[in-house]
């Protein structure tokens, strides 16, 4: 835990190969983001759109697992978190790769018609009417600003066919957001429930849809061991951004 502590300052995330300043945006660098980013799929993806993108870091985490020749844009609806999050991407390896927006999604047109074969997104997924300390973090956090069938029906007109569109939600929250695709004509491809030990129930769930038919991959990732070390599959999957790894 120290050197999680350690990584973690007060204004920002430190990684491998980047840093991530979130002090003025109303959600965190969190496991959610961390896992969400280290997972998805990305392989022979050219466009990525991440939505929501908050401090960044999704777009940053995948623009390092992703080919230079690869693209991202991310569309942030709070001002001051685009702003930060325009920072943290010019201080990055990656400026010249990723570009940051200022607008709600659900408005929001790419300069390009291509579409995008990865999209991604941590999205809100309390209720109307749960209290938050400030209205940034009530509209990060609620689906007020972006229910999940609003955000479905816009990943489905910007995927390209076989693109996968991924999100982590809580382990109920993203059961429902499953069944609504279903309804919509996606398909549900990968799914990886996430516990905090081996004895605990899903607390979380990894979700990849397609708009193409395919075999769907299911399974579980335990965070912890029974001695509170990562378990091996979550260092496998994380150690190539967290520094004590």
């Not at 050219?46 to 777009?59: C, E, N, P, T």
């Not at 607390?203 to 091996?232: M, T």
């Amino acid at each position: 835990m120290s050197q999680l502590k350690a990584q973690l300052r007060r204004d920002g995330f430190t990684f491998k190969q980047f840093f991530v300043a979130h002090d003025r945006c109303a959600m965190k660098v969190g496991t959610d983001g961390i896992l969400l980013g280290a997972w998805a799929p990305v392989a022979g993806v050219k466009r990525i759109l991440d939505i929501g993108s908050g401090s960044g870091l999704l777009a940053l985490m995948l623009a390092q697992r992703t080919e230079p020749s690869t693209t991202l844009d991310a569309v942030e609806l709070d001002p001051r978190a685009a702003e930060q999050a325009a920072e943290n991407v010019a201080e990055s390896p990656w400026a010249s790769r990723i570009a940051l927006h200022c607008a709600d999604v659900l408005t929001w047109a790419p300069e390009q018609t291509a579409r995008y074969d990865l999209i991604v997104s941590n999205p809100p997924y309390y209720e109307p009417g749960v209290g938050c300390a400030t209205p940034e973090r009530d509209q990060a956090r609620s689906t007020g600003s972006l229910d999940h069938g609003a955000l479905l029906a816009c990943a489905a007109a910007l995927i390209t066919e076989e693109g996968f569109f991924c999100v982590v939600l809580p382990e109920s929250a993203g059961s429902a957001l499953i069944n609504n695709a279903l309804e919509m004509g996606w398909y549900l491809r990968l799914r990886t429930d996430i516990a905090d030990t081996d004895g605990r129930l899903p607390h979380r769930v990894l979700v990849a849809l397609s708009p193409k038919e395919g075999e769907c991959f299911s399974d579980r990732l335990v965070i912890r061991g029974p001695d509170q070390r990562y378990s091996e599959d979550y260092t496998a999957l994380t150690h190539p951004f967290y520094l004590f790894m």
